[in-house]
């Protein structure tokens, strides 16, 4: 089952569609969370760690007439126990209509902006590449049992890659986040084949998009990522929400395979911008 944009009839628990968002707890997952709750859906939300902001995100999600739940997973922990992840998340409705896989790894705003350039390309191979495909082949697996052949492709899978990572952008976040990215836009091709036609997987690339990053960046870098958009101004977490709501809702059950760039088209790097990242 699955809904369309803007749709805000609300049915009761246990007819409504489920959605599994992780990485909700802030920012860009928060706001997919929050979109996807506007189209009907009930909301699971997933946090690494901070069980007191998923709680905020279930509050957030629970005041436009739908129900939400929070479930905590770290994916960089030393165990790869996915499968009771999975099993957790399709338990609370018993079945999952829609998996955003947006949680990631922060190797710009934390402590662990100050590792080594190893240390971090380590740590979002295994948070972002390696968990992305573990947790997409499972949810799938669940996703097509028992799917009814009217239902194909009302089930999806939604990943998040980078707008820039098949371009390329010079120095070394540019060179972490083109690998890691990349890894999962090439990967959400091969799935939606494996998957086909039971279930959907989908791409979203953010490009520029104003989250904590951006809010602490500086007036001259903030006016050079804004100037390399065609249109002349970061994105918003709403930007990249409203594509995931998309992807999920019935208007998009003939889009398969496909990675959507936001980032309001794709300029040309300047001089100054390259000497900075460089």
């Given at each position: 089952m699955s809904v369309e944009v803007g749709e805000t009839h609300q049915p009761p628990i246990g007819a409504r569609p489920v959605a599994v968002v992780t990485g909700s707890s802030s920012g860009i997952g928060r706001a997919i969370a929050v979109q996807l709750a506007q189209q009907g859906f009930d909301i699971l939300v997933h946090a690494g760690r901070n069980i007191k902001r998923a709680e905020e995100s279930v509050a957030i999600v629970r005041s436009f007439g739908v129900d939400s739940h929070a479930i905590v997973y770290d994916y960089s922990q030393d165990s790869d126990d996915f499968e009771s992840f999975v099993q957790q998340a399709f338990a609370w409705r018993g079945s999952v209509d829609c998996w955003?896989?947006?949680?990631?790894?922060?190797?710009?705003?934390?402590?662990?902006?100050?590792?080594?350039?190893?240390?971090?390309?380590?740590?979002?191979?295994?948070?972002?590449?390696?968990?992305?495909?573990?947790i997409s082949r499972l949810v799938a697996e669940r996703m097509k049992t028992n799917l009814a052949e009217a239902n194909f492709g009302t089930r999806s899978v939604i990943n998040m890659g980078w707008d820039q990572a098949q371009t390329g952008l010079p120095g070394p976040s540019g060179q972490m986040f083109g690998c890691t990215k990349g890894a999962i836009m090439a990967m959400t091709s091969s799935l939606a084949k494996s998957y086909a036609p039971s279930v959907r997987f989908n791409c979203v690339a953010p490009g520029w998009i104003r989250t904590q990053w951006g809010?602490?960046?500086?007036?001259?870098?903030?006016?050079?990522?804004?100037?390399?958009?065609?249109?002349?101004?970061?994105?918003?977490?709403?930007?990249?929400?409203?594509?995931?709501?998309?992807?999920?809702?019935?208007?998009?059950?003939f889009v398969n395979g496909q990675c959507i760039a936001v980032n309001g088209g794709l300029g040309d790097l300047s001089a100054e911008m390259r000497d900075r990242l460089c």
């Amino acid at each position: 089952m699955s809904v369309e944009v803007g749709e805000t009839h609300q049915p009761p628990i246990g007819a409504r569609p489920v959605a599994v968002v992780t990485g909700s707890s802030s920012g860009i997952g928060r706001a997919i969370a929050v979109q996807l709750a506007q189209q009907g859906f009930d909301i699971l939300v997933h946090a690494g760690r901070n069980i007191k902001r998923a709680e905020e995100s279930v509050a957030i999600v629970r005041s436009f007439g739908v129900d939400s739940h929070a479930i905590v997973y770290d994916y960089s922990q030393d165990s790869d126990d996915f499968e009771s992840f999975v099993q957790q998340a399709f338990a609370w409705r018993g079945s999952v209509d829609c998996w955003v896989n947006n949680a990631g790894g922060d190797v710009l705003t934390n402590e662990r902006r100050t590792w080594s350039f190893t240390e971090k390309l380590d740590y979002l191979w295994r948070v972002d590449v390696r968990a992305t495909l573990l947790i997409s082949r499972l949810v799938a697996e669940r996703m097509k049992t028992n799917l009814a052949e009217a239902n194909f492709g009302t089930r999806s899978v939604i990943n998040m890659g980078w707008d820039q990572a098949q371009t390329g952008l010079p120095g070394p976040s540019g060179q972490m986040f083109g690998c890691t990215k990349g890894a999962i836009m090439a990967m959400t091709s091969s799935l939606a084949k494996s998957y086909a036609p039971s279930v959907r997987f989908n791409c979203v690339a953010p490009g520029w998009i104003r989250t904590q990053w951006g809010e602490e960046a500086d007036p001259v870098w903030s006016g050079l990522v804004a100037q390399q958009s065609l249109l002349r101004r970061w994105g918003s977490t709403h930007d990249v929400a409203a594509t995931v709501g998309f992807l999920a809702s019935n208007a998009a059950v003939f889009v398969n395979g496909q990675c959507i760039a936001v980032n309001g088209g794709l300029g040309d790097l300047s001089a100054e911008m390259r000497d900075r990242l460089c």
